[in-house]
């Protein structure tokens, strides 16, 4: 028996999504030039979008929460979970977060976010209910876009 609701795993993806899109911001900050701002920003944009689409799938989902101690309890379990356990760990992005100082460590950085969400979107598309594989289909699409979107930036920056 799964500890988690399928509820629970689309409620991760809407954290990844603003984690990532949290970091496309703080990428903005660091980034020297133009062309570079805008991918982040644009990326950041995307992700926005991502969450609102995972929050539409998520709203029309069967939930069972369980029983909380207090309002909001669970969610912040869930937050904390995401935050700690997937993707973005915490201890391990505040290390990774400390060596992005300039645009292709930023763009690294990045990259492996991304693929990161690709490898889990894959596994929670089993997940959520079958009228919605193609909705996941699309947001992995989308994320293998910014893959080929930053790689190419990242060519910029290896020559």
Do not use: C
């Not at 990045?110 to 079958?130: F, G, Q, W």
């Amino acid at each position: 028996m799964s500890v988690f609701e399928a509820s629970d795993i689309v409620e991760f993806a809407i954290r990844i999504e603003e984690n990532g899109a949290n970091f496309y911001r703080f990428a903005v900050q660091i980034a020297k030039d133009e062309s570079t701002k805008k991918l982040f920003e644009q990326l950041a944009d995307a992700e926005v979008h991502h969450k609102k689409t995972f929050e539409k799938i998520f709203a029309a989902m069967d939930k069972v929460a369980p029983p909380e101690s207090y309002d909001g309890e669970y969610a912040a379990y869930l937050h904390n979970y995401v935050d700690n356990a997937i993707i973005f760990k915490k201890e391990a992005l505040d290390q990774e977060l400390t060596k992005v100082k300039d645009t292709p460590s930023a763009l690294d950085f990045a990259l492996r976010r991304e693929m990161d969400s690709i490898l889990y979107y894959h596994e929670i598309k089993r997940l959520v209910p079958a009228n919605e594989y193609g909705t996941v289909d699309k947001i992995i699409d989308e994320e293998r876009r910014h893959v080929a979107m930053l790689s190419a930036m990242k060519q910029k920056y290896a020559g």
